[in-house]
């Protein structure tokens, strides 16, 4: 085995200590995050740290840094209290990606990414046209990481859209139906199959290993 | 599209409300978390809601939720202040994923699963032998969560392992390689494939879509 110490990790260069330590957690969920100023000026950014933090209720955080690319993200949220949260599928992966680029404000990344803005239900963040799973947030709660001046933005779900075919019988969303990519790394995209689903477990149904 | 608002999700069953939200963030990362009294009783729990929070420090949150099959861990990290985090792959999913079993507190689950406990560089918490990319932490802060009473328990990376076959030139750690697999939902597990890699995105680089 390969060992780093902490002291190894802090020698390497910048470049070189963001590529290992966005790795070493694991896959990432592919998503991208949709805002609007109050003015309507819409904005989208892909993020992988989106993390479900609890189901009742429904809280779903993501955390931003406290850096150009995502200012316009945080301006808008800070601004109107909602976002979206939209799956990146095959189709778009690439389009997804670059909207991490440090565009000028003026741009919407969904014009220069050429994917679709799309307003449901009267909310005022945009969607994604081309997402087949998408979230609409209302801003819950906000936590500064005094640690790393980075913030956990919490959102509440006020509306879930999703294609038919992805909802399963026991309310288990078929990702793979959906064309859901994920993410290693700063740029690195995977596509996924099932391997295995195994039963809620409890000491009386575990197999002897 | 399925439209589900903020009622419709409320008034699910707790069973269909919790498999559906811990659906809608996409794929997630499948890890180990191990962790030892005081006294060196050893405990291991397959936890998903790990993520990346910065590289400088290098640190990784999760989520800890107040309930019975993750309070030993929790009460290891708070006694001695530090944790391990390890990937689970192919081979080991299944006992991975009846670590999250309600096992009585005189039960390792590193036993009871069949999986090894190793312990490396004198470091307190166990790390898992059989993951090809594992992650010795010290506790550095950790966080209530108010709106759901869950906390959020901040890691500084303080020793990183891997198979040497896993590092990339630029540093990036090829999770194919490791084997490393993700979960969706509460029970789903599945394999991943390199579908692109991408440029680091800049306004002059991204392509006319």
Same mark, same amino acid.
């Given at each position: 085995?390969?060992?780093?110490?902490?002291?190894?990790?802090?020698?390497?260069?910048?470049?070189?200590?963001?590529?290992?330590?966005?790795? @070493?957690?694991?896959? =990432?969920? #592919?998503?991208?995050?949709?805002?609007?100023?109050?003015?309507?000026?819409?904005?989208?950014?892909?993020? *992988? /740290?989106?993390?479900?933090?609890?189901?009742?209720?429904?809280? &779903?955080?993501?955390?931003?840094?406290?850096?150009?690319?995502?200012?316009?993200?945080?301006?808008?949220?800070?601004?109107?209290?909602?976002?979206?949260?939209?799956?990146?599928?095959?189709?778009i992966a690439e389009k997804a990606h670059f909207t *991490?680029?440090?565009?000028?404000?003026?741009?919407?990344?969904? $014009?220069?990414?050429?994917?679709?803005?799309?307003?449901?239900?009267?909310?005022? #963040?945009?969607?994604?046209?081309?997402?087949? &799973? =998408? &979230?609409?947030?209302?801003?819950?709660? =906000?936590?500064?990481?005094?640690?790393?001046?980075?913030?956990? @933005?919490?959102? =509440?779900?006020?509306?879930?859209?999703?294609?038919?075919?992805?909802?399963?019988?026991?309310?288990?969303?078929?990702?793979? #139906? #959906?064309?859901?990519?994920?993410?290693?790394?700063? $740029?690195?995209?995977? /596509?996924? $199959?099932?391997?295995?689903?195994?039963?809620?477990?409890?000491?009386?149904?575990?197999?002897?290993?």
């Open positions: 085995m390969t060992h780093f110490t902490a002291e190894d990790i802090s020698a390497l260069g910048r470049i070189e200590r963001l590529t290992l330590i966005n790795s @070493v957690t694991g896959y =990432k969920p #592919a998503n991208l995050v949709g805002t609007a100023s109050e003015n309507g000026k819409t904005n989208l950014a892909i993020i *992988s /740290s989106v993390v479900h933090m609890g189901s009742d209720p429904p809280l &779903i955080g993501f955390f931003m840094r406290p850096m150009v690319t995502e200012r316009h993200t945080m301006e808008n949220i800070l601004a109107t209290g909602c976002f979206t949260i939209n799956h990146v599928h095959h189709q *991490s680029a440090d565009f000028p404000r003026e741009v919407s990344e969904f $014009d220069r990414c050429a994917l679709t803005s799309e307003f449901l239900e009267g909310f005022h #963040a945009p969607f994604v046209a081309e997402s087949k &799973i =998408k &979230i609409g947030l209302e801003l819950a709660d =906000k936590l500064d990481i005094s640690l790393n001046k980075t913030m956990l @933005v919490i959102g =509440k779900i006020t509306h879930l859209f999703f294609a038919p075919e992805v909802l399963e019988q026991d309310y288990h969303l078929n990702l793979n #139906a #959906a064309g859901t990519i994920c993410v290693s790394g700063l $740029d690195t995209y995977h /596509s996924v $199959d099932v391997l295995a689903r195994y039963p809620y477990a409890r000491p009386e149904n575990t197999p002897e290993f």
